[in-house]
């Protein structure tokens, strides 16, 4: 006798649909909480081993997901896109209870694959990646905000620095939004000791000096666009605490991802890929999660959705593409890492850069972005074998 729980999970509650050799034996409907999991349990344990599938739906199918691993059960948790494929014939009417019925009854012809268990340790570094995510995110919209707040009171502060992204341009910022303070409230002395004492970065006098002329040439020339008491020059202090504090947020951020990620045997091998830093690879196995799930390379690309799409109709051939189905943020991460294992190459040679580079000559004066995809893919490969081989990087085994 083979049984089904075929699971719809939806905000606040669960739809499950019980079938019995291709037969639907009963339906209920539970809250997804820990009243409604110690329900489902009850029905779980009055059949022998039945088997379990249901479609995920993000942050809403996390608890029952954990519920089924803390519990020991085996489970088949479906990619949105696959389940819509497999049901989209076979209910004209969706509904949860339509959709918990059908993935009950196509269970017994499709016999889809056990879902692999991966370690906490992942699921912890993905949460954490996902809150680098968003935290970079607010960095750069603050950032925006700030070069508006600017560009209203002293839009020439941004021209002092060529580094407008550290600790000593957020504190200049910070202190010297108003014109009137650099040209008549400070002396120039006053104004070097201002500069100095007002970050934690350690400057010489001599630059100090150097930043307070510049400083003062910009503020002599700039006209603003408020009066001295407008709510911008609050704006701008507020801005530049808020990017301070979420920066020294996504270092703690990655200092706990390496903290987690450095248990795992692949840390090492991928931090020995020339190019790729801690924060790369941390954030690499957040995202990809255990690489070892994936039955060969081809799989990990159309995960993070670089498999090539292709398309021909009777004598029209459409240009390949990527698919793009996939994780947004890998591939950020990953085009990224190309740059950075091009940049150094220069020192630490791989195989990657010199396809990189070879087929940039070929391309001739054409974009790089097809050439970097290209380079992606060979990264994936290079990734994949050190993780399943367990070994490290060795430029002469790969150039070979």
């Excluded at 991966?118 to 570094?125: A, E, G, N, Q, V």
């Excluded at 201002?194 to 934690?200: F, Y």
């Excluded at 020339?274 to 924060?279: E, K, S």
């Amino acid at each position: 006798m083979q049984c089904v729980f075929g699971i719809d999970v939806s905000k606040d509650s669960i739809s499950v649909a019980i079938a019995i050799d291709k037969t639907l034996f009963n339906e209920i409907k539970l809250p997804l909480n820990r009243d409604g999991f110690t329900k489902l349990e009850k029905a779980l344990v009055s059949f022998n081993n039945p088997e379990i599938v249901f479609e995920a739906t993000g942050v809403y199918s996390r608890r029952l997901q954990r519920f089924f691993d803390d519990l020991g059960r085996d489970y088949t948790c479906l990619n949105p896109l696959v389940a819509k494929k497999q049901l989209d014939s076979l209910r004209p009417y969706k509904t949860d209870r339509n959709d918990a019925r059908h993935l009950a009854v196509t269970q017994f012809i499709m016999k889809r694959a056990i879902t692999y268990k991966i370690s906490p340790t992942y699921r912890k570094l993905m949460d954490y990646s996902r809150f680098y995510q968003e935290v970079c995110k607010d960095v750069a919209t603050n950032k925006n905000r700030l070069h508006r707040a600017l560009q209203l009171v002293f839009p020439e502060i941004e021209d002092v620095l060529s580094n407008t992204n550290n600790e000593l341009y957020w504190s200049i910022v910070s202190q010297f939004a108003r014109t009137k303070r650099v040209t008549q409230e400070y002396t120039f002395n006053e104004l070097i000791d201002a500069i100095q004492s007002g970050t934690n970065k350690r400057i010489s006098r001599a630059r100090a000096e150097q930043i307070a002329h510049s400083l003062y040439s910009a503020a002599s020339i700039s006209y603003s666009a408020v009066d001295d008491d407008s709510p911008v020059y609050q704006q701008v202090k507020y801005l530049v605490n808020q990017i301070q504090e979420e920066t020294k947020l996504k270092n703690r951020i990655i200092e706990q991802m390496t903290q987690l990620a450095k248990k795992l045997p692949e840390y090492d091998k991928l931090l020995s890929i020339p190019g790729l830093g801690v924060r790369t690879v941390v954030s690499l196995l957040g995202e990809l999660g255990d690489i070892r799930r994936f039955r060969n390379s081809n799989a990990l690309n159309a995960f993070i959705g670089i498999d090539l799409r292709h398309y021909e109709s009777g004598e029209y051939v459409a240009t390949d593409h990527i698919s793009k189905r996939g994780n947004t943020v890998a591939r950020k991460i990953l085009f990224k890492a190309i740059q950075n294992i091009a940049s150094a190459a220069h020192y630490h040679p791989n195989h990657i850069n010199d396809y990189y580079q070879r087929r940039k000559k070929e391309n001739g004066q054409h974009g790089t972005k097809k050439i970097a995809i290209a380079a992606i893919h060979r990264l994936l490969r290079t990734i994949y074998h050190l993780v399943i081989n367990n070994q490290f990087y060795d430029y002469t085994l790969a150039k070979g």
